[in-house]
């Protein structure tokens, strides 16, 4: 069977990587991929937004499967543009990937579902949402509706930092015109973060294991949010009892009103969630696999990848649940970022040592933003490594993971010191005894 990966980020080449090992998959590609899904697979140069270049070539080539993983092609409708062609794609249509898209329709769902989020406000008139906004004597959150690339979800700490987020968003546009058309204005909640990534079709939900995503650039949560900077699967913060309740409160009220206003949810339902001490709440949906979460869970993951998603394509997911098998050993994944990241960076910088992690044992290292030129691999985004391990134990995948990083330069290379430290020091450790500078300059 061949298959097409949308994407080109570490959740793509976790994706390749882990569909390649099916023995029915005969050739995977990805669209426009990086120099690690061209080890895994075959990189095919075509923009995720072309979807008539996207159809042409997998008519052309007899594609059996698409599999998106970002949600800009998901929000544009290519899950809608390739069922109108015939053909399969895994990922929901555009009116379900609003639940990603559109801040204000997801929290609308949750407010008319009764599952569990912050407190909000709505408002699509700076002057509305200034008045609000002095009104409270509570920390806020101010979101931009739209997607944002992750950027538009300002987490402040008085009540002059929300104003300043209604003028960057709404006045200034700074995420877009469309995207600060409207705001969300919620209560900023306070906890632990929780990934639970399900996947859904039809009726049946089923959940992967709980990851823990590390979103600030720093460590010890300090410094700006990013797309991801390191996660490790288990979470023990994800007890049984705790992933029931986020089952019964979250993801099955979710799903059925989904199916209540005809839009029913097929793909990855992703729910962000904070772990606070009245129970777990909903801070965002996402409609796509977690990055850099899907890289530490499909290292564990022992069910055929292919077989899954097929699964939930033809709506038989049922006949997976409680079946999933999974890798008892815990798996961490530390990102390796360009300095600057997640502002403005340079690319086309050398990696080195790329082969010497690849040697060790349960080590796989994901690329996220990276090229090939001639024999040389360049980095070439942001994130641009993700370098995961198992482990017997979560402190030994952490160990591995760290010693891979240490086989690998670029210059400039930064990463956290400090991924899953949280699960494995669960009382918070004095701040200072984390290290203050993250930047681990190389050579
Ligand atoms: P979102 O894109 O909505 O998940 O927001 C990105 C990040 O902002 C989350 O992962 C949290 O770290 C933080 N965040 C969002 N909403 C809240 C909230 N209500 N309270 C505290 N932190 C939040
Ligand atoms: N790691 C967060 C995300 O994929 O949105």
Redesign the pocket.
Known sequence: MKILVIGKGG?EHALVWKLAQSPRAERVYCAPGNAGTAEDGVNVPIDPLDFDRLVAFVRKEKIDLTVVGPEEPLAHGIVDHFQKAGLRIFGPTRAAAQLEASKVFAKELMHHADVPTAEFRIFDHPEFARRYIETRDYPLVVKADGLAA?KGVLVCSTNEEALTAIERIMVREEFGPAAGRRVVVEKRLEGEEL?ILALVSGRTIVPLQPTQ?H?AAFDGDKGPNT??MG?YCPAPLGTPELLDAIDREILVPTVHAMKRRRQPFRGVL?A?IMVTNQGPRVL?F?C???????QPLLMRLRTDLLDLIEAVVEERLDAFESKLEWDPRPAVCVVMASKGYPGPYEKGLPIKGLAEAAQLPDVKVFHAGTRREGDRILTDGGRVLGVTALGETLADAQRHAYEAVACIQFPGAFYRRDIAEKALRPITAPAAETSPIPLAQSE
Request: proline residues 5%; aromatic residues 10%; charged residues 35%.
């Open positions: 959740r992750g990934s995503d979103k797309g991801g996660a992703y962000g965002e996402n796509r696999f977690g990055d850099p979460e899907i």
